[in-house]
């Protein structure tokens, strides 16, 4: 079974200030993807990022990284630079089980960026 | 556009009633997901579809019914036997391993 931790519930930061999402894996699994999604107001989930097991590169694309440690099965997200439409509930999830993909998603965080 | 549609965006439901959440997407893709999504528990998977006319349950089928005649559509039953459906319900779809498309939500109230 896999399991996704994301421990932080809720968070507040100023406009501009950094920020990092947690998120700690379980799977017992080699070979996986994570991945994470952003939640708007709106509802619908916003893909943001996939990385394999195999991949521990970290990646950049504009203010957002990620950080895939798989010594310590950690997939941080920072955001840098915070602005208002940041604001949103972002969850991290994984898949193990290829050829029977399911997501199992964490709990999520609720950003909120405060002008 | 390629994309999932839900329909209808809000949905009140009174004690005892069945009622359906539409989900139809136009990725031609194979597989098809329900999740609920209750406030601070995350998404969880209600039923799954990897081809037409074949579905699993997932980890909180029951009370919740689907089908899956046509690849395009994958609709989710609540029924009565539901004792708690208010939440909110999201539908998504993939083809791969690469990730999930999301609708856009069906947001059920019980009346």
């Known amino acids: 079974a896999q399991k996704v931790t994301q421990a932080q519930t809720e968070i507040s930061v100023v406009e501009k200030e950094d920020v990092t999402l947690d998120c700690v894996y379980e799977?017992?699994?080699?070979?996986?993807?994570l991945f994470w999604y952003k939640q708007p107001p709106s509802g619908e989930l916003v893909f943001l990022i996939r990385?394999?097991?195999?991949?521990?590169q970290n990646e950049i694309s504009g203010r957002y990284s990620w950080n895939f440690q798989k010594s310590t099965s950690s997939f941080n997200f920072t955001i840098t630079a915070s602005q208002v439409v940041d604001s949103a509930v972002y969850f991290c999830?994984?898949?193990?089980?290829?050829?029977?993909?399911?997501?199992?998603f964490g709990t999520g965080t609720r950003l909120t960026i405060i002008p | 556009d390629g994309g999932i549609t839900q329909s209808p965006k809000y949905l009140f439901r009174k004690e005892g009633q069945n009622v359906t959440l539409s989900c139809e997407q136009n990725?031609?893709?194979?597989?098809m997901y329900w999740y609920r999504q209750d406030p601070g528990q995350g998404l969880r998977l209600i039923y799954y579809s990897q081809i037409v006319n074949d579905f699993q349950k997932g980890d909180i089928a029951e009370g919740y019914s689907v089908s899956r005649e046509k690849k395009e559509s994958f609709p989710l039953t609540v029924t009565s036997a539901q004792k708690n459906p208010t939440a909110f319900y999201l539908c998504?779809?993939?083809?791969?391993?690469?990730?999930?498309?999301f609708g856009s939500g069906t947001r059920l109230t019980v009346v």
């Open positions: 998504a779809s993939s083809t791969d391993s690469y990730g999930y498309t």
């Open positions: 799977t017992r699994d080699t070979t996986y993807y």
């Open positions: 990725l031609n893709h194979d597989a």
């Open positions: 990385r394999n097991s195999f991949d521990e």
């Open positions: 999830a994984l898949i193990t089980n290829f050829g029977n993909e399911k997501l199992t």
